[in-house]
Structure formats: structure tokens, C-alpha cells
């Protein structure tokens, strides 16, 4: 037998089983878990920096909402505040609030004379540290509101200075007060002694919420209820113009405008408008609505006109998407039975878009709302807000703040008063801006349908 007639014998082939996984899934496999393990990573990742930043915001401003006050009995003396004794309020409104600042510091001082408390003060004016520096004036807008208070003792509960604020949250140390030329260790001793009687209490600060802003020596005055107006105003301007004009103008280039050149150039603006950093528009708004038309700095209606024009390009992006969603079926059946262009839209495609419409719209005076750089420019950071406007248009043209801004304006200033209140008013626009985007979520949960 020659070798060319043996014949090789074949290879057998390999069995595999199918419930076993091979090494190429294996590791297919293992590179899927290897990337689930990095998403789930990512999202505990920023669960946990969002926890930390909500714990930093709320341990930093929830004493914001709470306020020293001192309750005290106030002689008011008719030999300084009428002297003439004919309750004549021209004659009343003579007397400034320098005459009614020895009243109160006569008040505290027999209090803490009384109360047995053993200190180095034997002036009254020595009480001043303790109050603040608003107390004189509310004492006298009551004493104007009602004259035959005079002559009486009238209990007042009046803000305590914003060191005695501090001591009693813990901002304030006594170890600190060398550097201190506001108030004095024996001063913080009064305020231990007052505690328990009650004289020195803390309470809910609802002058925090519904108050004005203050100057520097008054932070525990400081509230952010008219910067709030000037908000309500601005989103009242932004709704009014941004949603009519930025709902037609996507209607236009969805519905009826031809498909070119021109409209392809306008669409590619419109994004890139969208991208556009906030301050930009706030440089627009300056050259165009303050030195070009001149109106009203620090104007809420001039913010409202400058986040239109922000919030613009948002709305129409949204809304041209809730519009492509509405199926061409509904067009053509619109279309089919003898309705005009103009009726399919606004009759059956419109009503159909409508809650993704209002979604796009809430979340855009969400965002405008907590926005500040604009704002900057405007000089809505240069004016203190003291008094709330009294109309409409009071409201839309006088000087004005923003919550934004009266953040930004709080977080410059020295008293660390102020810096507790920044962070309060973080608290409120986060409670704002979370409100309105729920809102935006379940008004799409509760119109939209499902094709």
C-alpha cells in the first residue's frame, strides 16, 4: 500500500451547547454590564453632589426665615413727640426718627434695669447695639397712623440688630467681637439674661417674604418681597409678548412657510439664538431699549422686553416641536373634508399641540426668571427696591430689583446678615422655579394624547 492511498482522517468538529455562552458573549457581555455600572455610577454620582447642594442650600438659608425680636413697652412721651399737644400730624411728622430713638433705648434700658440684670451700662443710648436701627421708624409710622396713641405705653415688637440676630443662630461668636465694633460681650450678656422671660425671642420672619430691601446698616430688615413684584412684572411682560409672538412665528415657519433658502437661514438662527449666552441679550437691551429708546432704567418693563427676547427662541423651538408631533393624518382629514389651510391648523392641529405649547412656554419664564446677567446690565442691581409700586404701571415703570438680582446684590455686601438672606432667597426662586416646572409637567400629563 503506497502512502498517496491513505487518506487523512478529518478533524471532528468542536461541540458547543447553547446554553453555554461562548468567550466572544462572554465578553460582549461583560462589557454591557461594565457600561450599566458606569451609567448607574453617573446617576448616584449626581444624586449625591444634588443632596449635598440642597443640604448647603437649606442648612445655609432657612434661618433667613427666622428673626430676633425684642418685645418692648414704649412710653411715648407727648413732651417729644407733641409738643404743642394739638395732635396736629403736620406737627407730628416734624419729629424724624432721631426723636424717637431715645424712647425705645429708654424702654430696653428699664427692662433689663428691672429684670435685675447686672451691667456696665448707665447710658440708655448704651442699648442701641441691641435694636435696630429700623425700630425708631416703626414706631413712628404707628404713632402717625393713630396720634392718641401718645401719652400712652404701647407694647412693640421690634427687630433686634443683626448681631444679636447672629449671636442667637450661632453666626456670631463671643470670640469675635474684638474685631467687633458693633456690639460688646456685655451686650450678649443682656440678651442671655432677656432670654428666658421671653423679652428676646425668635420668631418666623415674615417681613423676609413680604418686606423690601434695606441699607447696609439695617440687614435684618432686609426682605425680598418687592424684588418679587419686580419679578411678577417682568414674567407678566415676558408672558404678554413672547408667547403670541413666538407661538405665530412658529405656526408660520411649520405650517405655511415655503421650504428655502430664506426659512432654512431663519430655522439656523433661530437655534443658535437659543445658545446664545444671557448676557449677550442684556448688552442688546442696554444699547437698544435704554440708550437707543431711552426708557426707564432699572425698569421692570425693560427686563420683561430684554428676557422676551431671551425666552423667544425657546418657545418657538418648543412649539415647532409639539406641532411636528401632531400627526399629518389630522391635517389631511382636516384638509380631506373641505377645511381651509388656516382651519386644519388653528381648528385641529393647534388644540393638539397646545400642551406641549404651555410646557415649553412655563419652562421658558422658568428659565427666565432665574436669570441675573441680563439684568446686570440693565442696572437692576444698582437700585435698593424700598417700597412696593402702588399700579400697573407703577409697577411696569418705576426702578425695580429682581429675585436674581437681589441675590446677587445681597451676596456682595459685608454684614453676614445678608449672605444667610442670599441663600434664603435661593430657597424662595428654587421653590419658584420647582413650582413652575411641576406645573409644566403635569399640564403635558394632563392634555397630551396619546396617537
Not at 417682568?234 to 409672538?245: E, G, H, K, S
Not at 442684556?282 to 432699572?298: D, E, T
Not at 427662541?313 to 373634508?337: F, M, Q
Request: glycine share 8%; hydrophobic share 50%; no cysteine.
Amino acid at each position: 500500500m503506497s502512502d498517496a492511498s491513505i487518506q487523512a482522517t478529518p478533524e471532528q468538529p468542536k461541540t458547543t451547547s447553547l446554553l453555554v455562552a461562548d468567550p466572544h458573549t462572554q465578553k460582549r457581555k461583560t462589557a454591557e454590564k461594565r457600561f450599566q455600572a458606569y451609567g448607574l455610577a453617573g446617576i448616584f454620582a449626581g444624586i449625591f453632589f444634588l443632596i449635598v447642594l440642597l443640604i448647603a442650600i437649606l442648612s445655609s438659608g432657612t434661618g433667613a426665615f427666622t428673626q430676633t425680636f425684642i418685645n418692648v413697652p414704649v412710653y411715648l412721651d407727648p413732651a417729644k413727640l407733641d409738643k404743642k399737644g394739638n395732635r396736629d400730624i403736620n406737627d407730628l411728622k416734624k419729629v424724624s426718627t432721631f426723636g424717637y430713638n431715645p424712647l425705645v433705648q429708654n424702654a430696653l434700658f428699664q427692662i433689663v434695669q428691672d429684670a435685675g440684670v447686672e451691667t456696665p451700662f448707665e447710658k440708655t443710648k448704651d442699648m442701641k447695639a441691641l435694636i435696630s436701627a429700623s425700630a425708631a421708624a416703626q414706631i413712628r409710622d404707628v404713632v402717625l397712623n393713630n396720634p392718641d396713641l401718645i401719652g400712652e405705653t404701647v407694647d412693640f415688637r421690634i427687630l433686634a440688630s443683626s448681631r444679636v440676630d447672629g449671636y442667637l443662630k450661632g453666626r456670631v461668636h463671643r470670640e469675635d467681637l474684638a474685631r467687633d465694633k458693633n456690639i460688646d460681650a456685655e451686650h450678649l450678656d443682656i440678651v442671655d439674661a432677656l432670654l428666658p422671660s421671653g423679652v428676646v425671642r425668635k420668631s418666623f420672619n415674615l417681613g423676609f417674604i413680604t418686606g423690601a430691601d434695606a441699607s447696609e446698616s439695617r440687614a435684618e430688615q432686609a426682605g425680598l418681597g418687592v424684588s418679587m413684584l419686580g419679578s411678577l412684572f417682568m414674567m407678566f411682560v415676558v408672558l404678554v409678548l413672547a408667547l403670541p409672538i413666538g407661538v405665530a412665528a412658529s405656526i408660520y415657519l411649520e405650517e405655511f412657510a415655503p421650504k428655502n433658502r430664506i426659512t432654512d437661514l431663519i430655522e439656523v438662527n433661530i437655534s443658535n439664538l437659543a445658545a446664545v449666552p444671557s448676557i449677550v441679550f442684556g448688552i442688546l437691551g442696554l444699547a437698544v431699549f435704554i440708550q437707543f429708546m431711552h426708557l426707564p432704567q432699572s425698569a421692570p418693563l425693560v427686563g420683561g422686553l430684554v428676557l422676551t427676547l431671551m425666552t423667544l427662541p425657546t418657545i418657538i423651538i418648543s412649539t415647532r416641536a409639539s406641532l411636528k408631533s401632531v400627526p399629518p393624518s389630522i391635517r389631511d382629514a382636516a384638509l380631506g373634508v373641505g377645511a381651509s389651510k388656516m382651519q386644519a391648523v388653528f381648528h385641529h392641529v393647534l388644540p393638539l399641540a397646545a400642551p406641549g405649547i404651555l410646557t415649553g412656554t412655563i419652562i421658558g419664564l422658568a428659565q427666565a426668571l432665574g436669570e441675573t446677567a441680563p439684568l446686570l446690565l440693565i442696572g437692576m442691581v444698582g437700585f435698593i427696591a424700598s417700597n412696593a409700586p402702588d399700579g400697573l404701571a407703577s409697577g411696569l415703570l418705576d426702578p425695580n430689583s429682581a429675585m436674581p438680582a437681589q441675590i446677587y446684590e445681597w451676596a456682595k455686601r459685608a454684614d453676614p446678615a445678608y449672605y444667610e438672606r442670599a441663600w434664603g432667597g435661593i430657597i424662595v426662586l428654587l421653590v419658584f422655579l420647582v413650582s413652575m416646572n411641576t406645573i409644566a409637567v403635569l399640564l403635558r400629563r394632563r392634555f397630551e394624547r396619546r396617537w
